[in-house]
């Protein structure tokens, strides 16, 4: 019974430890927040999320991490015979969020890439969880690369829609 009382004190003691350092954490938190929300480059990571692509089922996922780097990929239909009806992704080779203007560059896939030059701005959406609440509006240049080698682009303006947002509860935002 000794061996079951003290683990049951250690457990305990363990609980009360990572308790007080979850607390310690969400204290420090909200300051550090408060400091993103005021210098513009960090307030980026907002835009973070999924945007319609080209035609219906396609999309980009964006995601913006420290210094405004931004990592992502293109999900769209393959347009080739060898492809046709199936979703190539399209990761992103570079991209650069600066203030909000945005920009990347996408691997080649099948022999195509692409590349958006453009912003971010607040669409139509009321809410971040209404579609094109944030909206990425720009340019998009889709270069094809073919068997011989020869490489052509085709450049046309866009307007890709953020998609819902999933909101978070109340009580979790607190935290």
Request: no cysteine.
């Amino acid at each position: 019974m000794p061996i079951h009382t003290a683990r049951f004190y250690a457990l305990q003691f363990a609980s009360f430890v990572l308790f007080a350092l979850m607390l310690a954490g969400a204290q420090a938190k909200p300051d550090r927040q408060n400091k993103d929300r005021q210098s513009p480059a960090a307030s980026g990571a907002d835009y973070s999320g999924m945007y319609s692509f080209l035609r219906d089922g396609e999309f980009v996922q964006v995601t913006v991490e420290d210094q405004g780097r931004v990592t992502g990929f293109v999900s769209r239909y393959g347009d080739s015979e060898s492809d046709r009806g199936v979703f190539l992704d399209h990761f992103f080779k570079s991209g650069k969020l600066d203030g909000n203007q945005l920009a990347f560059t996408t691997e080649t896939v099948h022999g195509v890439s692409f590349e958006f030059r453009g912003t971010v701005e607040r669409g139509e959406g009321k809410s971040r969880g209404d579609e094109a609440y944030y909206v990425l509006k720009g340019t998009l240049v889709e270069n094809t690369t073919d068997e011989a080698r020869k490489t052509s682009s085709r450049s046309r303006e866009a307007l890709l829609k953020g998609f819902p947002q999933d909101l978070t509860s109340p009580q979790a935002e607190k935290k």
